[in-house]
Each structure stands twice: as C-alpha cells, then as structure tokens.
T-cell receptor, first 113, second 113 residues
Framework: AQSVTQPDIHITVSEGASLELRCNYS??????LFWYVQSPGQGLQLLLKYFSGDTLVQGIKGFEAEFKRSQSSFNLRKPSVHWSDAAEYFC???????????FGTGTSLTVIP | DTAVSQTPKYLVTQMGNDKSIKCEQN?????MYWYKQDSKKFLKIMFS???????INETVPNRFSPKSPDKAHLNLHINSLELGDSAVYFC????????????FGQGTRLTVV
C-alpha cells in the first residue's frame, strides 16, 4: 500500500537559514511525487513535482527537491528561508495509473527573525 | 479566475442537520476529489470521481454522499451531521491521463455544534 511519511511534525528555523524537510514514501512502482504548501486559512499550492528525468527538481519560491530512489525519499530544500515561508508543508505521492494522491501528515514550519 | 472553487468557505451548523458543499472546476479536468483535513492537518482522501463515475470511496460513513452532475462539478452532501465531522473539506481536480498534479480549492471549514 502506498504511504508517505514526513518524520518532522514541526520545524523552527531562523530567517536566512537553510531548510530541509524530509519525506519518505512507500509505493509499489515509481510514483509521481509532489510538495505542496498550505498557508494559514488557505488551500494547497503546488511547490514542485517529480514525474521522471532529472532527480533534482526546481519549484516556485526558491524551493527544490531531490528524488532518491534508493532511499525512497523526496526531500524539500531551500537555501535561505524567508519569514513568508512559514506554513504547513505536505509531501504527496500520486499513482501513475488512475489519479490517486496520498499525503503525508505535514510539517509545520516556523520562521523566527 | 478561480480554478477550483468551493462554497461556502465557512459552514456552522447544529448536530443532526444535513448540509452540502459545492465544488466547481474550470480547468477542463476529468477527475475530482474530496479530501478531509482534520484538526491535526492530516489530509485524507474521501472520494474520487472520474467523468462522473465514482473511482475511490475510502472508508467514509455513508452519511457522506458525493454527487457529480457533470465532470466540472462534485458536490458533497452530509446527512445527520456529527461533532466529529468538524474539519476542513477540500475539493481538488486533476487530469486522469496526463502527468499533472491535483489542484485544490480554498477549503470549506465545517463546524458542527
């Protein structure tokens, strides 16, 4: 069965510091992988996605993620965090046959001045 | 132009009532979903419809009944509301056959009192 694990429930970083959010997935085949961000009171906005090809993908707002098949991971990174990045971040896996999207439990990011 | 729109944004109602949440997408997608986000931010898929046909029906009480009059609309009707139904409900849509992500609405915060 497919599943997504985000080991960090909450992360606090200083503004300007680098960020890495972890995501591990379990899936029977190569999945589609996504990172979404949810600001307070808002819906989910796609940050980036991986379908195939280059394992390092660039997204919006300066985010990137690296797909590592051997580790079943898809970690999200940003070299310098801004206060506006404070939000909830969700990793998701999507099936290649038929559309099913399954989400991790989310990581809440706090940015301190 | 809003891609996936839900109404209402907020819904407060008493236990035992019946309520509906409407969702419309103008993206030309053929698959639509309902997700429930609980107080811990966990996103759980409830239903998935493809071209008005029910594809996924997770373990959701039968008090929840999705209705898809056409592929641009997926409404959620909830009978005999319970306190535990309080959550944020998200509608989403995607293409089934195309490599793409799910697009989300802004959510409906349902509070049952």
């Amino acid at each position: 069965a497919q599943s997504v694990t985000q080991p960090d429930i909450h992360i606090t970083v200083s503004e300007g510091a680098s960020l890495e959010l972890r995501c591990n997935y379990s899936y029977g085949a190569t999945p589609y992988l996504f990172w979404y961000v949810q600001s307070p009171g808002q819906g989910l906005q796609l940050l980036l996605k991986y379908f195939s090809g280059d394992t390092l993908v660039q997204g919006i707002k300066g985010f990137e993620a690296e797909f590592k098949r051997s580790q079943s991971s898809f970690n999200l990174r940003k070299p310098s965090v801004h206060w506006s990045d404070a939000a909830e971040y969700f990793c998701a896996v999507g099936a290649r046959t038929g559309n099913q999207f399954y989400f991790g439990t989310g990581t809440s990011l706090t940015v301190i001045p | 132009d809003t891609a996936v729109s839900q109404t209402p944004k907020y819904l407060v109602t008493q236990m035992g009532n019946d309520k509906s949440i409407k969702c419309e997408q103008n993206l030309g997608h053929d698959t639509m979903y309902w997700y429930k986000q609980d107080s811990k931010k966990f996103l759980k898929i409830m239903f998935s419809y493809n071209n008005k046909e029910l594809i996924i029906n997770e373990t959701v009480p039968n008090r929840f009944s999705p209705k898809s009059p056409d592929k641009a609309h997926l409404n959620l009707h909830i009978n005999s509301l319970e306190l535990g139904d309080s959550a944020v409900y998200f509608c989403a849509s995607s293409h089934r056959q195309v490599n793409t992500e799910a697009f989300f609405g802004q959510g409906t915060r349902l509070t049952v009192v």
